[in-house]
């Protein structure tokens, strides 16, 4: 049998369970495994299964699902480990509904494994129950021929999770009523906690004051948060979305409070060195991991791509003016790296003025190396100059801004 299984998520990671379940999984069959999101990329590093977890491609959970339906497989796994059952299952019904929007054929079984270890996880069939699943030539015969449900309750033994159905999931999370705001799109969102950040597409817009939380947005932009305190800035930063459509996120990005940076070899063979910006984005950066030195504006975007950037072994310069809303529980800073902290609403002035004095407008700075010259010993220098720029533009703005790293 030809398995396909969608990592979604850091901590299902983190928590060793889905390299315990991978393994439990190819007794059964040949397994396929990538990556589902973008914040998984992170913890497959840290664990060293990039050659197991296959992170090269930037992809939605769904789009890995109909990924493998594509590649023909016999059955498709989903791993996840949410805050709560409740953020776990609504996750798993959107996944799921938002996959067989791709499909016009039957659509191949797609079970879901989530909070693997809890007493409140479970393992959820969400198509083809009946499908009869011919498993690994190597397992015990009895066992030769099992329909989608019967491998599905093996598991769920076997991890000692419970078995819960669509419909269960339907009815207990989104048979509740929904406001009536005319002309505008509402969106509930589930297993939210008091005092949490809430993120959509990437970028803090709010924080929650109740654990009943529901966006409203108006021709494209959020106008309100009911049960939680819009972040203006966040959602002027954020733009036109389509709430329907939007990834959204409460809490913490990465919850594990041990977590072990793995820092890999860099290519250092090329003749150019390469400078990023980075203003506030909710994108991927993944990208900038080629560069040399990546500038960024914002405090929580700093902390990300400082994060991230310390496994590339790629130092940032940030901006920040001390709005924290403190994505992640702990950020990494490389030690060439330097943080300049601004006057409070001074960030966006002085990244639009590096913006346009350093980089020209250009999201890429490239600055060839001399001839016969030290690579290190250049490309230090120049960060230096960079560095000293940068500190010169503030001075010039005329606010006030420490160095903090």
Not at 39 to 60: C, F, P, Q, Y
Not at 90 to 114: A, C
Not at 160 to 171: K, Q, S, Y
Not at 369 to 382: A, G, I, M, R, V
């Amino acid at each position: 049998m030809e398995i396909g299984v969608v990592v979604h998520g850091p901590n299902i990671i983190d928590s060793g369970y889905a390299l315990y379940i991978l393994d439990i999984l190819s007794n059964y069959g040949n397994i396929h495994c990538r990556l589902g999101g973008t914040m998984g990329r992170t913890a497959v590093i840290d664990a060293s299964l990039e050659n197991v977890i296959n992170i090269k491609e930037k992809l939605l959970p769904s789009q890995s699902l109909k990924k493998f339906k594509d590649e023909n497989l016999d059955c498709i796994f989903l791993l996840n480990y949410g805050k709560s059952s409740t953020t776990g299952q609504v996750f798993g019904y959107k996944v799921f509904n938002h996959y067989s929007q791709y499909l016009t054929d039957d659509l191949t079984p797609v079970i879901q494994i989530e909070r693997p270890g809890e007493n409140d996880g479970s393992v959820i069939v969400w198509d083809g129950n009946e499908t009869k699943l011919n498993i690994h030539p190597g397992a015990r015969s009895e066992y030769k021929t099992l329909t989608a449900d019967d491998f599905a309750i093996k598991l769920a033994s076997q991890l000692e999770l419970n078995i819960v159905t669509p419909e269960d999931v339907r009815l207990k999370h989104f048979t509740n009523n929904i406001p009536d705001l005319k002309g505008s799109i509402v969106r509930p969102v589930h297993g939210v906690s008091p005092g949490e950040n809430i993120l959509v597409n990437g970028m803090v817009i709010g924080k929650s004051s109740s654990d009943k939380l529901t966006l409203v947005a108006k021709d494209g932009i959020i106008t309100d948060i009911i049960g939680g305190n819009i972040k203006q800035h966040g959602v002027d930063k954020l733009g036109k979305i389509d709430l329907n459509t939007a990834i959204i996120k409460t809490g913490l990005l990465r919850r594990s409070d041990d977590i072990e940076p793995r820092v890999l070899n860099k290519d250092n063979s090329s003749t150019i060195l390469s400078i990023a910006y980075l203003d506030h984005a909710a994108e991927d950066i993944y990208k900038l991991k080629d560069n040399d030195l990546v500038i960024t504006v914002g405090d929580d975007t700093t902390l990300v791509a400082s994060d991230i950037l310390y496994r590339f072994n790629v130092p940032i310069i940030g901006i920040t003016d001390g709005d924290l809303d403190k994505v992640v529980e702990h950020g990494f800073v490389k030690n060439e790296s330097k943080i300049i902290q601004v006057e409070s609403g001074y960030d966006d002035i002085v990244g639009a003025e590096i913006f346009d004095k350093v980089f020209n407008f250009n999201e890429i700075l490239e600055i060839q190396y001399p001839k016969d010259c030290n690579l290190d010993d250049f490309k230090t220098l120049k960060l230096n100059e960079i560095f000293e720029t940068i500190t010169k533009i503030v001075n010039n703005i005329n606010c006030d801004f420490k160095i903090v790293n």
